[in-house]
């Protein structure tokens, strides 16, 4: 499916900034998915290429947050595959059940995230008990939410961490990109395999992706905890209102 060079220039515009989001705060595909809507792909087609270029963004920002030192190998390998074994199987499951039910509950659930980003952890950076297990079970049921439906995973992930583990916002961002890319890659590899990913459109949105995902990484290491905590609240709420309206209007 040829879009043309102009459209395709576009797309990788978008991709570009839906990246930097993504590395901050999570909320990429608000802009993504649309675009790549906007631009005449059918919305399953839509779905599958937003997968098969979002995976080179979350790829990109957790190389570089493993670079600045942020990321712990044994926990983030097995949190690596959980998120991928549980995107995998709500991919799977995704087929056999009305996603749109989902939607009142995520706009229940993204609120509520925004609130707890706004609110100081008590206790903020002490480690949790069985941090490992806890780690694992968010990146289980994270994962297969992102396989099912998706909107707002980088951001319901970051306040997970936050909120169970008392993570920093900074350690909680890296450790969501982590599974974030499990999720999205484990998307890829179920969407390809089913031929709806537009290869033409997703291979060039992903360099826009890919340097996307480096800067905002950057921005979060050198901004530091601030930033993610606003940028969530505002993807968080972004999101509440797009669901919102589609919902009741």
Do not use: C
């Amino acid at each position: 499916m040829d879009l043309g060079l102009a459209s395709t220039a576009a797309l990788v515009g978008v991709a570009l900034i839906a990246g930097g989001l993504d590395a901050i705060a999570g909320g990429g595909g608000l802009l993504t998915l649309p675009a790549l809507l906007s631009a005449g792909l059918p919305p399953h087609l839509a779905l599958g290429t937003n997968k098969g270029q979002s995976v080179f963004g979350s790829g990109a920002a957790t190389l570089r947050f493993a670079r600045a030192g942020h990321l712990a190998p044994r926990r983030s390998a097995v949190s690596f595959a959980a998120g991928f074994a549980g995107s995998l199987a709500g991919a799977v499951v995704v087929s056999q059940v009305d996603r749109s039910a989902l939607e009142p509950m995520l706009i229940v659930l993204l609120t509520a995230a925004a609130v707890l980003v706004l609110i100081p952890r008590p206790h903020a950076h002490t480690p949790a008990r069985r941090p490992l297990l806890i780690a694992v079970a968010i990146a289980i049921v994270i994962g297969f939410y992102d396989g099912f439906f998706g909107p707002g995973t980088g951001t319901l992930l970051i306040v997970g961490f936050l909120w169970l583990l008392g993570e920093s916002p900074v350690a909680a961002s890296a450790n969501a990109k982590v599974v974030n890319f499990a999720s999205n890659l484990a998307a890829v590899v179920w969407f390809g395999s089913q031929g709806l990913v537009v290869w033409s459109v997703s291979l060039p949105m992903a360099a826009g992706q890919f340097i996307g995902g480096l800067i905002g990484a950057h921005v979060v290491l050198t901004r530091g905890g601030n930033v993610v905590r606003v940028a969530a609240v505002a993807v968080a709420m972004a999101m509440v209102a797009k669901l919102a309206y589609g919902f009741f209007a």
